[in-house]
């Protein structure tokens, strides 16, 4: 059994309203490394779950991103896009994990700190070991990279962790095994910079939320051509017109945002940006950038829609996609279980 060497995996949890921050932080970046690599990319419907779901609204926001991972270029014949809960062996590794992963390092995670807030004692025990399944979605796979959002990087390091960890403990019965260097590769993660953090258009200093009450604060990857220029005509400005130089964004966070918005949306740098619209009014830089997103993301929206109105369509891709990932994650689990000493 061959160790891979580029092999890409990466999830996108199906929790509703998927926007601008989820397409230039992470899913821009999945469809540009299919050039250089092998993908998996998930639906990660297991995690979505450590917070209740509603049932019906889980099973639509699935078939949301898959639509999303499809229309904004990931190809699910050369690649693979499919949702977690249909290979049993993520939830199975998982488990393995959660007796690998000592509570110590889980009580270090500060998202798990953000997320169950004073309600720790509520929260689920799902949320707790959240990073243990990650862990193990990306393992039960051995892949060596991952392209996440800053948000991410902790749990990267405990898949590491566990990863070690687990080529320690069992150390001898994978030499016996013929793998020489230990079973599980320590996961390189690809993050994405700070460049590609998009604020809300209403408030520069808070992320683009899916759950900002406002809808007016962020561009939905479903909205179509006139609700994304709409957006961008009324995101909030100062009265300044633009600096040339980087340096002029500072204490500007909605300037800053919609140019690097802008330069992500276009694949130029920030100071090419400024270059262009230094000393320019907003209202002209709007004007640019409204064409720009309608032009970039109009399609990608258009195409969600095409998508989601045959959801059996969709089905059919998810199945055939769970069927090719089993086909990876299967011999892998057997080999896991040998290793452990479970008969079989
Ligand atoms: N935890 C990730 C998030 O909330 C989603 C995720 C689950 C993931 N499993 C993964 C990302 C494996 C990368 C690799 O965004």
Not at 48 to 56: L, S
Not at 98 to 114: H, S, Y
Request: with cysteine.
């Amino acid at each position: 059994m061959e160790m891979p060497h580029n092999r890409v995996f990466s999830g996108v949890q199906p929790t509703g309203n998927l926007h601008l921050g989820n397409y230039l932080g992470a899913i821009k970046r999945f469809v540009e490394l299919q050039q250089t690599h092998e993908c998996i990319y998930c639906v990660v419907d297991l995690h979505a779950i450590t917070v209740w779901q509603d049932p019906r609204e889980l099973l639509h926001n699935t078939r949301e991103v898959a639509a999303a991972y499809i229309s904004c270029g990931i190809d699910p014949v050369e690649h693979i896009i499919f949702n977690q809960s249909q290979v049993a062996e993520h939830a199975e590794l998982a488990w393995l994990f959660n007796c690998v992963a000592r509570i110590g390092w889980l009580n270090r995670m500060t998202q798990f700190k953000e997320k169950a807030g004073k309600h720790r004692e509520n929260a689920s025990v799902g949320l707790f070991a959240y990073p243990a399944l990650m862990a193990a979605d990306i393992l039960i796979y051995r892949a060596t990279h991952v392209p996440v959002g800053d948000d991410q990087k902790q749990h990267l390091e405990l898949c590491r962790d566990i990863a070690q960890k687990f080529n320690v403990d069992f150390a001898e019965a994978i030499a016996v095994r013929g793998h020489k260097d230990g079973f599980f590769p320590l996961t390189e993660p690809l993050i994405a910079g700070p460049a590609t953090r998009v604020m809300s258009l209403r408030d520069g200093a808070r992320k683009m939320s899916k759950s900002e009450a406002s809808d007016m604060s962020r561009i939905n990857l479903t909205d179509d051509a006139d609700t994304i220029a709409r957006k961008v005509r009324k995101a909030k400005t100062d009265p300044e017109a633009l600096p040339s130089e980087k340096e002029g964004l500072e204490g500007r966070p909605e300037a800053e945002n919609l140019v690097g918005i802008f330069a992500a949306l276009d694949d130029l740098s920030v100071e090419d940006v400024l270059q262009k619209y230094g000393g320019s009014q907003f209202q002209v830089f709007k004007s640019d950038l409204s064409d720009l997103a309608v032009s970039k993301l109009g399609p990608i929206g258009e195409e969600m829609q095409r998508l989601l109105a045959d959801p059996q369509g969709i089905d059919d891709i998810l199945r055939n996609g769970a069927e090719r990932a089993r086909a990876i994650a299967a011999p892998i689990y057997d080999e896991i279980r040998k290793i452990v000493g479970f008969a079989h």
